[in-house]
């Protein structure tokens, strides 16, 4: 059985930094990339940030190209995203997600099979 567990969601001020986490189980890192996605109430959900099970290679979404990172932590088996420069438009619900592609622009730019509960960072002074 497939989960997603999304850790580190909190309010954080403009300017900041926050690193949210994921604990997948029930499928093999080999054969399912992963990522994250966000979505507010009445706003569309984006695909932030994948990475390919493959090779690793990363997908990053323009809003947050050169601020977001995308790690993955085989040992430990742990996705991470680390988030700079936060502004208030980065106030999302964040989901952790994962299907069965090797590609991570596939997974980042289509719907995902499996999502976590999410996790909220709220960016406000």
């Known amino acids: 059985q497939v989960q997603l567990v999304e850790s580190g969601g909190e309010l954080v001020q403009p300017g900041g930094s926050l690193r949210l986490s994921c604990a997948p189980s029930?499928?093999?890192?080999?054969?399912?990339?992963v990522g994250w996605f966000r979505q507010a109430p009445g706003k569309e959900r984006e695909g932030v940030s994948c990475?390919?099970?493959?090779?690793?290679?990363?997908y990053y979404a323009d809003s947050v190209k050169g601020r977001f990172t995308i790690a993955r932590d085989n040992a430990k088996y742990i996705l991470y995203l680390h988030m700079t420069n936060l502004k208030p438009e980065d106030t999302d619900v964040y989901y952790c997600?994962?299907?069965?592609?090797?590609?991570?622009?596939?997974?980042?730019?289509?719907?995902?099979?499996?999502w976590g509960q999410g996790a909220q960072v709220t960016v406000s002074s």
């Open positions: 990475i390919s099970s493959m090779d690793g290679t990363t």
């Open positions: 029930g499928f093999s890192l080999d054969w399912y990339s």
């Open positions: 997600v994962t299907d069965r592609t090797m590609s991570a622009d596939y997974l980042c730019t289509g719907v995902p099979e499996y």
